[in-house]
């Protein structure tokens, strides 16, 4: 699993089409769409069903997107660990952190345990 699949995923569920998602995210559609096989075959489940109009997340899709926009939320926390925070704000930022809390939230939502 890639943060670009996460990407493509989170895109394609807000926008319910691929051409859309893949121009937001400057992919080909043929780029997205292996980006969601390669996540799909990873996960063991289909994302979306696929229809002429679009894409529909499935009931896993529903399940995971909470989850997938958690760490997104955490990778973007990552790379800017102030959250756009400076100066005066730096101590709040730096009492956030010891208190555990990251921008956008505290705890990557649970995702139920698939059984084989």
């Given at each position: 699993?890639?943060?670009?699949?996460?990407?493509?995923?989170?895109?394609?569920?807000?926008?319910?089409?691929?051409?859309?998602?893949?121009?937001?995210?400057?992919?080909?559609?043929?780029?997205?769409?292996?980006?969601?096989?390669?996540?799909?075959?990873?996960?063991?489940f289909?994302?979306?069903?696929?229809?002429?109009?679009?894409?529909?997340?499935?009931?896993?899709?529903?399940?995971?997107?909470?989850?997938?926009?958690?760490?997104?939320?955490?990778?973007d926390?990552?790379?800017?660990?102030?959250?756009?925070?400076?100066?005066?704000?730096?101590?709040?930022?730096?009492?956030?952190?010891?208190?555990?809390?990251?921008?956008?939230?505290?705890?990557?939502?649970m995702?139920?345990?698939?059984?084989?």
């Amino acid at each position: 699993m890639h943060e670009r699949e996460f990407r493509a995923f989170v895109s394609i569920a807000e926008t319910g089409r691929m051409d859309v998602a893949a121009r937001q995210l400057g992919y080909s559609q043929p780029a997205i769409t292996y980006q969601i096989q390669c996540l799909e075959r990873s996960l063991g489940f289909k994302l979306f069903t696929r229809h002429p109009s679009g894409a529909r997340l499935t009931g896993d899709g529903h399940m995971i997107l909470p989850s997938v926009r958690a760490v997104l939320m955490l990778i973007d926390s990552i790379r800017d660990p102030r959250g756009g925070r400076t100066g005066e704000h730096e101590a709040e930022a730096e009492a956030d952190a010891e208190a555990g809390e990251v921008p956008g939230g505290t705890a990557v939502p649970m995702v139920r345990q698939r059984t084989a």
